[in-house]
């Protein structure tokens, strides 16, 4: 067993890089792992787990929901749903099996060299107006690596609470390397904004918040990393620094949202100025008229269908009975928010599942018990909730819940997560396999 363990360390410590070279690799890579581990799990062990006995019953549920509502050819990726509750055991049997193993340092060193390749490329995109392989800016966006898909910022923000999993997973002495860790979160930070996705700059804010409050180890250091970035973002919008007119769709963009002002061409005094006269007629909107139109649609759907909802993925595929009725709503793949996703699709009981997942996490940060423990468990646990909530937070505008690279960040972190809980909540943290040797 530690010899497929020792041939496989890599395997799962570069599993979010893989996200870089496309969908399709990550996906390889995910099912390659997979099927390694499933043959050594214990499922008895694990099934003992209330946590894990409501997060099967929860994909059991979208299996059952899928099988009534058959939605074309979505009804293949949906019964294949389970594959990514697997998936979270086996990075949480990984991790346990793998502390056994002597790991080298190296592993995180050339992790961190890999992500900041990606960030050098998007610096090097936003000053020159191409990255190193000839990828345009895109309507204001910088995309590195991942070509023609704007996720950057969204994978940046995903990624960042893993990075710093890993950092404290390898005992990494950040006391040491306070001004390096410093610099890394100011230059993270600023590639996140130069990605213009300004929900990834709201989850940034989110980790910055959650941090402040539980990671008192780097609480300073996240403090002071954020001002210099705060000041950097106002700074490259004023001088309007690099190729893309970042501050323009971060900043003004949307104000203009906010403020239901259309002119593409902005006085600011002017804005202010109005503004100030006339407070009581101001119309503030929080989200685009675009996913206002989604959320109605979603809505609607939600209303005929209470309990189970349209089923797995079947917002795009009723939206196209009611797309030609502007007063209902915008036809799309998905909702773009989770919350309202879940409601349309899975309906009441799937929205329970939810939230009641969300809360646990919630509490579970503010248990007690977590002080009994050393500051590196402590620190693990924290920073996986907070990765978790980033992935799953449902009052901004989101991605398809089951959209396939988003899942596996999700199950991902989960599968992180369980492996961290139980060495402070659980009694007995020695994992046993249908196979030792």
Known sequence: ????????????????????????????????????????????????????????????????????????????????????????????????????????????????????????????????????????????????????????????????????????????????????????????????????????????????????????????????SFIVFILLMILTSIFQIGKSDVGNRVFLKTYNQLFSFTEKKIDLSKIIKKNIENKENIDVKYFSTEHEGHFELALDLFKNNKIFGVGPRGFRYFCRSVNYNPEIGVCSTHPHNYFIQILSELGIIGILFYFIFLIFISLKLLSKKINNHSLVVKNQFYIISIGLILNLFPFIPSGNFFNNWLSLMIYFNLGLYLYTYKKIFDNDNNFTTSNNN
């Open 1 to 224: 067993m530690n010899s497929v363990l020792n041939q496989n360390n890599y395997f799962l410590i570069f599993f979010p890089l893989t996200f870089i070279f496309g969908i399709l690799i990550a996906e390889i890579f995910f099912l390659l792992f997979l099927l390694n581990y499933l043959y050594n799990l214990n499922f008895k062990y694990f099934f003992k787990d209330k946590k894990i006995i409501i997060i099967f019953f929860f994909a059991f549920y979208i299996l059952i929901s899928s099988i009534i509502f058959i939605h074309d050819d979505l009804i293949y990726s949906s019964l294949i749903y389970f594959r990514f509750v697997f998936f979270s055991l086996s990075v949480c049997f990984f991790f346990e099996r793998i502390n056994k193993i002597n790991l080298s340092k190296n592993y995180l060193y050339m992790f961190l060299a890999l992500i900041i390749c990606l960030i050098l490329d998007s610096y090097f995109q936003f000053f020159n107006g191409t990255n190193i392989f000839g990828q345009t800016i895109i309507n204001h966006r910088i995309s590195s690596f991942f070509g023609d898909e704007l996720i950057l910022g969204s994978y940046l923000v995903r990624v960042l609470p893993l990075i710093i999993w890993y950092i404290i997973f390898f005992n990494f002495d950040l006391n040491l390397h306070k001004n390096k860790f410093l610099i890394f979160l100011i230059i993270y930070f600023y590639c996140i904004f130069l990605s213009a996705e300004r929900t990834s700059l709201a989850l940034l804010t989110l980790f910055v918040f959650l941090s402040i409050i539980f990671m008192k180890s780097i609480r300073v250091i996240v403090i002071k």
